[in-house]
Structures are given as structure tokens and as C-alpha cells.
């Protein structure tokens, strides 16, 4: 049932249902609120990927949150904004500062490409991609 101020539903109905449940990806650091709200309503989280051990202090956060909720911190995906981006023909040195986001359980790295001709760095970067899969044993 909806009681607003301008309109009264006694029934809400969403027909047809959809397909699929809607994947909700929450992203912040906000230790209080925004990880709190990723245990409760989160299928990800990403974090911002400003060092391994601040992303490790927040990951224990959510473990934390996710406790208090009862969620499974293990079913919430992982990913952090990173800092910096594969750069074409430098490729090794990002895949090396990602590895240890990997091993505290980040899933993916989310990168955006810099000005200019985002195709061609897709095309400089592509090899790097292999890599990172690796890294988290995919």
C-alpha cells in the first residue's frame, strides 16, 4: 500500500514482472552510510581504488556491515575506481598495482579513458585486459 500526498494505491502491482532482478552497484567509501547501504541493498560496491590499504580497511567496513545485516559479503561484487590507468605500452605497471586489489577480493577495476581518442587507447590497452583476468585466476 502507497499513502502519499496526492495519491493513495491500495495495491501496487508490477506486471508483468521482470525478467531479471535488477543488479544494484552502490558506489562510495562513506564508512557509516554508503557501505552500510551496500550490505543491505547491494549486489557490488565500488570503491575508490585510492590504495590497497585504505580498500582493505573498507572492505572490513562492509564486512562488518554486512554482519550486522545478515548479508553474505561474499555474494557482493567488488570492484574499485582506479587511480590511474593502463597506459599504451605500459601496461605490465598497471597490472602489477591492480594485483593487490586482487588479493584483498576486488573483482574488476573500472578505468576511463583520457581525453583525446578513447579507440585508440582501448586498442594500446587491450593486451592488458588478459592480465588482469589472471589476476583474479578467471
Known amino acids: 500500500a502507497y499513502e502519499g500526498r496526492y ?3 491500495r495495491e501496487t502491482l508490477c506486471s508483468p514482472q521482470p525478467i531479471n532482478r535488477p543488479k544494484v552497484i552502490i558506489g562510495g567509501s562513506g564508512e557509516r552510510k554508503t557501505l552500510r547501504l ?3 541493498y547491494g549486489d557490488a ?3 575508490f581504488g585510492s590504495s590497497p590499504g585504505e580498500v ?3 572492505l ?3 564486512r562488518r556491515h554486512c554482519d550486522d545485516a545478515g548479508t553474505d559479503y561474499d555474494a557482493i561484487r567488488k570492484t574499485v575506481l582506479a ?3 593502463p597506459t599504451p605500452g605500459r601496461g605490465d605497471e598497471f597490472v602489477a598495482s591492480m594485483a593487490d586489489y586482487a588479493k584483498l577480493g576486488i573483482d574488476t577495476a573500472i578505468v576511463m579513458p583520457p ?3 578513447p579507440a585508440r ?3 594500446g590497452i587491450a593486451p592488458v585486459v588478459r592480465q588482469l583476468a589472471e589476476l583474479g585466476g578467471r
Open 83 to 85: 587511480r590511474t590507468n
Open 56 to 58: 582493505a580497511h573498507k
Open 60 to 62: 572490513d567496513v562492509l
Open 45 to 47: 560496491c565500488n570503491l
Open 7 to 9: 495519491y493513495q494505491l
Open 121 to 123: 587507447w582501448i586498442d
Open 38 to 40: 551496500v550490505a543491505q
Open 115 to 117: 581525453d583525446g581518442s
